[in-house]
């Protein structure tokens, strides 16, 4: 059984750093791509960040690059995103989510299967 869990979220003043974990287990870690997703308040899921199972190829949203990097430790079966220069709109709730190797579009909540439970992340201005 798949399990993925996030932790790192919580209250930051703008301008500020965060780096989320999500520590997965249950089938072979190296061979998934994995993403970030975040829901605000009263907004739809949207993409944040994914890498691909080699850790060859990474994907930002717009308003998010140059700001958040993500990256993964298959050793350690961890995918993290280091959340940097953070603002007030990235406050939601961050979670993180493991797809198929063979998925060629990773922008998208289909291209994966499994999900975790989310992390809050507040950004005070």
């Known amino acids: 059984q798949v399990q993925l869990v996030e932790s790192g979220g919580g209250l930051v003043q703008a301008g500020g750093s965060l780096r989320l974990s999500c520590a997965a287990s249950?089938?072979?870690?190296?061979?998934?791509?994995m993403g970030w997703f975040r829901r605000a308040p009263g907004k739809e899921r949207e993409f944040v960040a994914a890498?691909?199972?080699?850790?060859?190829?990474?994907y930002y949203t717009d308003s998010v690059k140059g700001r958040f990097t993500i990256s993964r430790d298959n050793a350690k079966n961890t995918v993290y995103l280091q959340m940097n220069s953070l603002k007030p709109e990235d406050t939601a709730v961050y979670y993180c989510?493991?797809?198929?190797?063979?998925?060629?579009?990773?922008?998208?909540?289909?291209?994966?299967?499994?999900w975790g439970q989310g992390t809050q992340v507040t950004v005070s201005s």
């Open positions: 989510a493991q797809g198929n190797y063979r998925e060629i579009l990773l922008t998208t909540p289909a291209a994966y299967e499994h």
């Open positions: 249950g089938r072979t870690f190296s061979s998934y791509n």
């Open positions: 890498i691909r199972w080699s850790g060859s190829s990474t």
